[in-house]
């Protein structure tokens, strides 16, 4: 069965699938997953037919960073106009290809149209700015700041710390590893984090009513106590294909991440974040969607060590699916390897394209 057939699933799980109780900081090993042998399901997912295609991508030959450089360097250099114009034509051509042939750009495209509408104040009370090249960001990439300017006016904006890539970036990106400009990703991590904040109450509300008042203060405590699953969302979407980003690794960037002035995350609410992303994810929940969820997901149950909102949702589209928990695993694990697939499929798709142009220039 080929991979057009699967669901269009959007989650990743790693080949390195360790137990979450494998994950205490105490313990050093992991538990290596034989994709082969598959979680036991009732879905029609053949995870041989599924590995024999990623094999058979990865023995193609690929060109080499030296190669791909050296087409960059030939290619028109007569005016800057003309190089761009080159590059351009190249570039609309490889992301036509991608859409066409990959589900690759789902996330981006999704974001992209949620910060366009948000850009015009379509979807919030309050329009969203994007500022690249910012240089006052205290060593981090990228933050999503809402809050209230000098003036008690409310105020939304994206800061990253590179400038935006432009096509030729891009291209190199594509081409050498599968995946796009860390600029980008870190503004898709960002305008995630945008989605799953809610619009800031009226500042002149707040003062004058006690009701106001009262809802700003929860805001501020749900938004301080949902940072794991919040990061978990952001930091998942924007490395969905990075290399080596397995479960492990995640959860021990995360346990690492703290924002100035606030504590480590919780490493139960990390482990459980990890999962329940992953889970939405591979049941066919959007960016925007699952963004909503978190929004929402209220506070984290400790005797159950779980946000229960969160769990409802997960539950309710899998009875709505009609399928079992170990379907669900086998959901999230086939779209893993899809994933890998696709991140092949697109550097040979930048890398025919680049060909192409090579003979063009040596003709």
């Known amino acids: 069965m080929s991979l057009e057939n699967y669901p269009k699933i959007h989650s990743i799980l790693d080949k390195q699938t360790p137990d979450r109780k494998e994950l205490r900081p105490d313990k050093k090993t992991e538990m290596d997953f034989d994709y082969a042998e598959g979680p036991e399901t009732t879905l029609a997912i053949d995870f041989d037919e599924l590995l024999q295609q990623k094999q058979e991508l990865e023995s193609k030959t690929l060109m080499d960073k030296q190669e791909i450089l050296k087409i960059f360097r030939e290619m028109p250099h007569n005016s800057e106009s003309i190089n761009k114009n080159f590059i ?38 309050d329009k969203i700015e994007i500022k690249w090249g910012a240089d006052d960001l205290r060593g981090a990439l990228g933050e999503y700041i809402h809050t209230y300017d000098k003036n008690g006016d409310r105020k939304r ?6 400038k935006q890539p432009g096509h030729g970036e891009i291209l ?5 590893r599968g ?9 898709m991590e960002e305008v995630t984090h945008s989605l799953q904040s809610p619009d800031l109450p009226d500042l002149d509300h707040i003062k004058d009513n006690l009701k106001g008042i009262l809802n700003f203060t929860v805001w501020r405590f749900m938004s301080e106590h949902q940072r794991e699953i919040r990061e978990s ?3 998942r979407i924007s490395t969905m294909r990075k290399e080596n980003k397995s479960f492990a690794k995640l959860f021990q960037h995360l346990q690492k991440f703290a924002s ?14 990890i999962e329940a992303i992953d889970k939405l994810s591979a049941l066919g ?3 925007e969607e699952m963004a909503e969820i978190v929004r929402d997901c209220g506070l984290w149950s400790k005797q159950r060590a779980m946000y229960p ?47 192409k142009c090579e003979r063009k220039i040596t003709k």
Do not use: C, W
């Open 88 to 125: 351009d034509q190249i570039y609309k051509t490889v992301m036509e290809r991608i859409r066409k042939e990959t589900n690759f750009l789902h996330e981006f495209d999704e974001i992209q149209r949620a910060i366009n509408m948000a850009s015009n104040g379509q979807k919030h009370a």
């Open 157 to 162: 904006e994206i800061k990253i710390q590179v």
């Open 172 to 176: 190199m990106r594509l081409a050498l």
């Open 179 to 187: 995946r796009l400009p860390v600029g980008i990703e870190v503004f």
């Open 233 to 235: 969302q952001g930091y």
């Open 260 to 273: 100035p002035g606030m504590p480590m995350m919780n490493d139960e609410k990390i482990l459980y974040s």
């Open 285 to 287: 929940f959007g960016v």
């Open 309 to 355: 909102r969160v769990e409802e949702a997960i539950e309710s589209k899998r009875k709505q699916m009609n399928i079992s928990e170990g379907d669900v695993e086998s959901l999230v694990m086939a779209d893993k390897i899809g994933r890998d697939i696709e991140k092949i499929k697109v550097m040979l798709i930048a890398q025919e394209e680049l060909k």
